[in-house]
């Protein structure tokens, strides 16, 4: 088996791996065979790893209506049936977490389906979720929960909530103060004393936003010469515009495209997120690991049992292994989904980082990344 392979992985989710992570795979060739033979997960499969064996379609189309009074039956079916048939699945984050109370999720099951659906599980530090936590434990309805954040979410929490510098805070602690909570009293003074370290923004994945950008911003200088600071503008043109197609032309497209194309980040995105005028989300922290290996490479050296039993076959295996070890790394620091080779972002993700050559480094990732859009997405596609 190939460096990075997974042994807690299912036999479709290693066969999509293996086809993202296979050698002398060409851009055109990665492009086909995500487009036509890898198995991407759908929203219907996540639902039935938490539905049981009950009535999915019915068990959703009761739970959202008993939520709200005023939705259509019929509208509401029509929605589900084409969550089960694959068309579109929910993806803000508030349809998600009601998802999560008709489902009669706990906590560890509601984090796993954030996961799986919003790419990140529940935020500890947002207090309009530590209260769905504490709601979702109790086995109590959506409607019940709603409720209970009206009584006990003091106005510091919210305001302090949508802050736009947050000091760091550890939200391991923040999860286990808040599990100490044991009366809807106790809960509201603990979201009262803990405003000032609460907030929905993320402040890990903004710290490795950060470092990274500055890596672009000011590359390394070589040689006597000393390079100049790049814009946010010159960046975004040259690592992340790749000339796809347009939010609107992006709807006709399948899932898979969609997929890829959804919430790519522009100029205008990359200066909010800097200026903690908005968060930083999965896709662009990726983005900006594939532009800049990293940044930096950490100062303790990584360790994988594996190795001993099977050592990688080259440096080209050393460099992938180590680049799949660190981006997981990241993205479950900052509370975020590990790579999915059954999601088509992720996919992609992977067979960019199979980069052949070990001389390639930085630029063999961009110019590997460019060259597999330009497959999925070609110019007459734009017309």
Same mark, same amino acid.
């Given at each position: 088996m190939k460096a990075g392979d997974s042994a807690s992985m299912t036999v479709v989710s290693l066969a999509a791996y293996e086809a993202a992570t296979k050698d002398g795979l060409s851009p055109q060739e990665a492009a086909i065979q995500l487009l036509e033979k890898v198995e991407i997960r759908k929203f219907k499969d996540v639902l039935s790893l938490f539905a049981s064996d009950r009535e999915v379609r019915e068990l959703l189309v009761n739970g959202l209506c008993a939520n709200d009074a005023g939705r259509s039956r019929m509208s509401v079916d029509k929605k589900v049936r084409g969550w089960l048939a694959g068309k579109y699945q929910p993806t803000a984050r508030e349809d998600l977490l009601e998802l999560c109370f008709v489902l009669h999720l706990n906590t560890e099951d509601a984090d796993a389906f954030l996961t799986m659906t919003g790419e990140e599980g529940l935020h500890w530090r947002d207090p309009r979720e530590l209260v769905y936590a504490y709601a979702l434990e109790r086995g109590m309805s959506y409607r019940e929960a709603q409720g209970l954040l009206e009584r006990v979410m003091p106005e510091e929490a919210e305001a302090c909530a949508d802050e736009t510098a947050q000091a760091a805070s550890f939200t391991p602690l923040i999860r286990q103060e808040m599990k100490q909570c044991g009366t809807e009293e106790e809960l509201r003074e603990f979201l009262s004393r803990a405003a000032g370290r609460l907030g929905r923004l993320h402040n890990s994945a903004y710290r490795q936003f950060t470092a990274m950008l500055k890596v672009l911003e000011k590359p390394e200088s070589y040689g006597l010469k000393s390079e100049r600071r790049y814009t946010i503008r010159e960046i975004v043109q040259e690592y992340l515009d790749r000339k796809l197609p347009s939010v609107r032309e992006g709807r006709t497209l399948e899932e898979k495209r969609?997929?890829?194309?959804?919430?790519? %980040?522009?100029?205008?995105?990359?200066?909010?997120?800097? /200026?903690?005028?908005?968060?930083?989300?999965?896709?662009v922290l990726i983005l900006l690991?594939?532009?800049?290996? &990293?940044?930096?490479? %950490?100062?303790?050296?990584?360790?994988?049992?594996?190795?001993?039993?099977?050592?990688?076959?080259?440096?080209?295996?050393?460099?992938?292994?180590?680049?799949?070890?660190?981006? /997981?790394?990241?993205l479950a620091e900052c &509370?975020?989904?590990?790579?999915?080779?059954? /999601?088509?972002?992720?996919?992609?993700?992977?067979?960019?980082?199979?980069? $052949?050559?070990? &001389?390639?480094?930085?630029?063999?990732? /961009?110019?590997?990344?460019?060259?597999?859009?330009?497959?999925?997405?070609? %110019?007459?596609? $734009?017309?």
């Open positions: 969609r997929s890829i194309l959804a919430d790519w %980040p522009d100029e205008i995105v990359l200066s909010r997120m800097k /200026n903690r005028r908005m968060d930083v989300t999965r896709k690991f594939l532009a800049t290996d &990293g940044g930096e490479e %950490p100062q303790e050296e990584w360790v994988d049992e594996d190795w001993e039993q099977e050592p990688p076959a080259d440096d080209a295996d050393v460099t992938f292994r180590s680049s799949y070890m660190r981006i /997981n790394q990241m &509370g975020y989904r590990m790579l999915d080779p059954r /999601n088509a972002f992720d996919w992609l993700v992977l067979y960019c980082m199979r980069v $052949e050559d070990e &001389g390639a480094g930085m630029d063999g990732l /961009n110019e590997r990344l460019t060259h597999v859009l330009e497959a999925l997405f070609p %110019p007459q596609a $734009e017309g």
